[in-house]
């Protein structure tokens, strides 16, 4: 069986209009979303609780912050969070009751540690459950770097609802 490389993503600067720029093409973000995702994801951390870890996470733009457990596998993290809010709760931005459909263009998860950490495998497969595979995934760190790559880089080879028959669920990813 040949084994897969890792290639890290490049670690991008918040403060590079260059780099913020080449983000906003590459994944029809406009700077005003980027920075919104930015400033908001930043800000879900402030509602964090951390008190084992100390390892703050926070995501938007229906926020999200990790709660954790002294059982750490009790521990719910942000994008779970987000994600269950979303679902459950009527979002003019995340949820259309009449149509069922999740409209997600981005995730954005910031943390204070650098380089920007990715959602666990776990969030990754929550993810999967409610976004296209190519759902661009930004990571924000504690130094103004971010690194983004598409859910389908995230989590190769996912399972997701179609794999259960289930092509059609009302879901809309980035388009």
Not at 3 to 9: A, N, S
Not at 69 to 82: G, H, I, K, L, Q
Not at 148 to 169: I, N, Q, T, Y
């Amino acid at each position: 069986m040949a084994t897969q490389t890792t290639i890290p993503p490049p670690i991008l600067s918040t403060t590079s209009p260059a780099d913020i720029a080449s983000t906003c093409e590459t994944f029809a973000l406009s700077r005003e979303e980027f920075d919104n995702l930015q400033r908001s994801a930043k800000e879900a951390k402030s509602h964090s609780y951390s008190p084992y870890s100390k390892f703050r996470v926070g995501n938007l733009i229906i926020t999200g912050a990790n709660v954790e457990n002294a059982s750490y596998p009790v521990t719910t993290c942000a994008e779970r969070t987000a994600l269950c809010k979303a679902v459950t709760t009527v979002h003019p931005n995340s949820i259309s009751w009449a149509s069922k459909t999740l409209k997600f263009k981005a995730i954005a998860v910031a943390t204070d540690i650098s380089p920007p950490a990715s959602p666990c495998g776990m969030c990754r497969q929550a993810i999967r459950e409610f976004c296209s595979v190519e759902i661009p995934i930004i990571m924000f760190d504690g130094e103004n770097g971010y690194a983004v790559l598409r859910l389908k880089e995230l989590l190769p080879l996912s399972f997701g609802p179609e794999a259960l028959g289930k092509e059609d669920l009302g879901r809309r990813g980035d388009s």
